[in-house]
């Protein structure tokens, strides 16, 4: 099986065989054959992570050490987070950036001490992101992508008993920190994060006992598997880009909303990361264009690639569209100009040459119920 652009072999997790076992159905996802829904389905397996609990693989994703003197500064030459002030165990989302402020990947940073530092790398743009970070970090400065980690996210309200029933400990993990546990008899490091808007862990298991881990956490009755169709329908309703789709070299952080990543420390014209001028100047001026929620009138969803216009005239693009099985009925995001970004504006979404309309939201579509 191959990858619908390339006639590389598609590659597998350690967990293929698991997937399979479970009734997996598979697709290609970034070079990846990765489980894209199970026999529940997509919705279903969507609300068994608003609901309870769901497990997936995100072993297709690159953990990645890095090790020296001067990472910290070196690092903060790349993106625009504030290592310096971090405290040890924080988790940092965070982007590098190109000289005109645009975004080559967004990625997790955990600090884990003045010398050491861990990412986890999207999966699409995993190969340039290990060159860019080799040829850019300062001399002395050791990168070890972790191949011998597998990365499963738990996620949902549920998923803090389920891994309470295995290691009280982890009740004291706040969002957005990393600490370890005993799963089933094994140390295994955590981070309370995740991609789904609500409370979830991603853990990175050792590979030689991934199977056997992701089985035991199915042994509880709250936990089911959950492929890549609704991890994706809950990011949308999160709010939560997507690179590749909302993020690109083309869009700068305070188009993409965001600004937020950024603190007060890096918001400089002179902060010392690639793009920070550009960036400085549209959070001072505002950017030309901005990422909004976009709600279809009708029942019919709009997909990534419509052109939104009005009047005819084009002022934007869909980034990413689909269906919410919270509120029911479509949602988009998409960039619009910055003069139509506002709550209400109705845009036409044009889809086969049939206009859908749209009224422009609020994100996210629904709120986030993070464990603070």
């Given at each position: ?98 000289d005109d402020g645009g ?206 216009t009005v009047g005819g ?60």
């Open positions: 099986m191959t990858d619908e652009f390339s006639t590389a072999p598609l590659r597998r997790t350690i967990l293929h065989d698991l997937h399979r076992r479970h009734g997996g159905r598979f697709g290609a996802f970034a070079g990846w054959d990765m489980p894209i829904r199970y026999a529940a389905g997509p919705v279903a397996e969507h609300q068994q992570c608003r609901e309870a609990a769901a497990v997936f693989d995100v072993s297709h994703m690159t953990v990645v050490d890095l090790e020296g003197a001067a990472l910290l500064s070196g690092l903060e030459r790349l993106v625009p987070a504030d290592l310096h002030a971090a405290a040890e165990g924080r988790v940092l989302y965070s982007f590098f950036t190109d975004i080559l990947d967004d990625l997790m940073i955990t600090k884990r001490g003045d010398r050491e530092v861990r990412l986890v790398l999207n999966a699409a743009t995993t190969e340039a992101d290990l060159v860019y970070l080799a040829d850019r970090l300062p001399n002395g400065c050791r990168l070890n992508p972790r191949g011998d980690l597998a990365l499963v996210a738990l996620q949902g309200p549920r998923s803090e008993d389920v891994l309470a029933s295995f290691d009280p400990a982890v009740r004291g993990l706040t969002f957005l920190h990393e600490g370890r546990i005993s799963l089933a008899g094994q140390s295994v490091q955590l981070s309370r994060s995740g991609y789904t808007g609500g409370d979830g862990f991603e853990l990175a298991l050792p590979v030689a006992a991934a199977d056997e881990l992701v089985e035991a956490l199915l042994t509880r009755t709250s936990v089911a598997l959950a492929g890549l169709a609704a991890r994706d329908s809950l990011r949308l309703e999160a709010g939560l880009c997507l690179y590749g789709h909302d993020l690109d070299p083309t869009t700068t952080p305070v188009e993409a909303g965001l600004h937020w990543a950024i603190p007060m420390r890096r918001r400089g014209a002179d902060a010392g990361y690639r793009g920070a001028a550009v960036i400085a100047g549209q959070l001072e001026h505002g950017a030309p264009r901005r990422r909004v929620g976009l709600r279809p009138v009708g029942r019919r969803p709009v997909r990534e690639g419509a052109a939104l005239v084009e002022v934007g693009t869909v980034t990413s569209g689909g269906y919410s099985p919270v509120l029911l009925a479509p949602v988009a995001m998409g960039y619009v100009a910055a003069a139509h970004a506002r709550p209400e504006v109705v845009l036409d979404a044009m889809t086969n040459d049939r206009a859908e309309a749209c009224r422009v939201v609020p994100l996210p579509f629904v709120a986030k119920d993070y464990h603070r």
